[in-house]
């Protein structure tokens, strides 16, 4: 069987699935609104409601297997701040920090992170972020291998900055560059490949 994979951006306020049998969730967008996608896609990892950015949508279980457990694939997010970060909130952030996840403490490990510009030039976005009207705010870069629910939320919140907007900007070798909010591109069986190399 031929595999396919897509890589798309996904949009805020979009979940990552196709279908829902939820009643509560019936008026929410799913992945299906973007692409008629293969029968059996699956998006491998999850971004969450109001997060964007890049998502993989494959046929290939192992893939989605591989990228989330075993390779330790790198995923890169920016996330604007509430308030200007300070460098040691940063080194906090890259030591560690002690998290709950599902009610339970958890180390976060293998992060790196850094203070970018301003605007790190991501596509517009429907969701409504506070001016600097109302107190400043910041850019930072944080990759991670793991990937945690709601994890970079969680750690920025640890260290005194919640986050106001979140994107993943990168998958391994996979970049935005200029795709734009609700984007599709098909992979090739290279691509894919080469994701992690």
Same mark, same amino acid.
């Given at each position: 069987?031929?595999?396919?994979?897509?890589?798309?951006?996904?949009?805020?306020?979009?979940?990552?699935? /196709?279908?829902?049998?939820? @009643?509560?969730?019936?008026?929410?967008?799913?992945?299906? $609104?973007? /692409?008629? /996608?293969?029968?059996?896609?699956?998006?491998?990892?999850?971004?969450?409601? +109001?997060? $964007?950015?890049?998502?993989?949508?494959?046929?290939?279980?192992?893939?989605?297997?591989?990228?989330?457990?075993?390779? =330790?694939? $790198?995923?890169?997010?920016?996330?604007?701040?509430?308030?200007?970060?300070?460098?040691?909130?940063?080194?906090?952030?890259?030591?560690?920090?002690?998290?709950?996840?599902?009610?339970?403490?958890?180390?976060?490990?293998?992060?790196?992170? %850094?203070?970018?510009?301003?605007?790190?030039?991501?596509?517009?976005? @429907?969701?409504?972020? %506070?001016? $600097?009207?109302?107190?400043?705010?910041?850019?930072?870069?944080?990759?991670?291998?793991?990937? =945690? /629910?709601?994890?970079?939320?969680?750690? +920025?919140?640890?260290?005194?900055?919640?986050?106001?907007?979140?994107?993943?900007? @990168?998958?391994?070798?996979?970049?935005?560059?200029?795709?734009?909010?609700?984007?599709?591109?098909?992979?090739?069986?290279?691509?894919?490949?080469?994701?992690?190399?």
């Amino acid at each position: 069987m031929q595999h396919k994979h897509f890589l798309i951006y996904k949009p805020y306020k979009m979940l990552s699935q /196709f279908i829902t049998h939820d @009643r509560h969730q019936k008026n929410k967008r799913f992945l299906s $609104e973007l /692409f008629d /996608f293969p029968t059996n896609s699956m998006a491998v990892g999850r971004l969450d409601e +109001t997060s $964007e950015g890049l998502l993989i949508i494959t046929t290939d279980g192992s893939l989605s297997y591989k990228i989330n457990t075993t390779d =330790k694939t $790198e995923k890169e997010y920016y996330a604007q701040l509430d308030g200007q970060i300070t460098d040691d909130a940063i080194e906090k952030i890259k030591n560690g920090l002690i998290i709950s996840i599902n009610g339970n403490d958890y180390k976060t490990t293998n992060c790196q992170a %850094r203070i970018i510009g301003k605007d790190p030039n991501l596509p517009p976005t @429907r969701q409504k972020i %506070r001016d $600097e009207r109302h107190g400043p705010t910041s850019w930072i870069s944080i990759t991670l291998t793991e990937g =945690k /629910f709601r994890q970079v939320r969680k750690m +920025t919140a640890k260290v005194g900055f919640p986050t106001l907007r979140l994107a993943r900007v @990168r998958i391994g070798n996979l970049k935005t560059g200029s795709m734009k909010s609700g984007d599709v591109i098909e992979l090739t069986q290279q691509q894919v490949n080469d994701i992690s190399l």
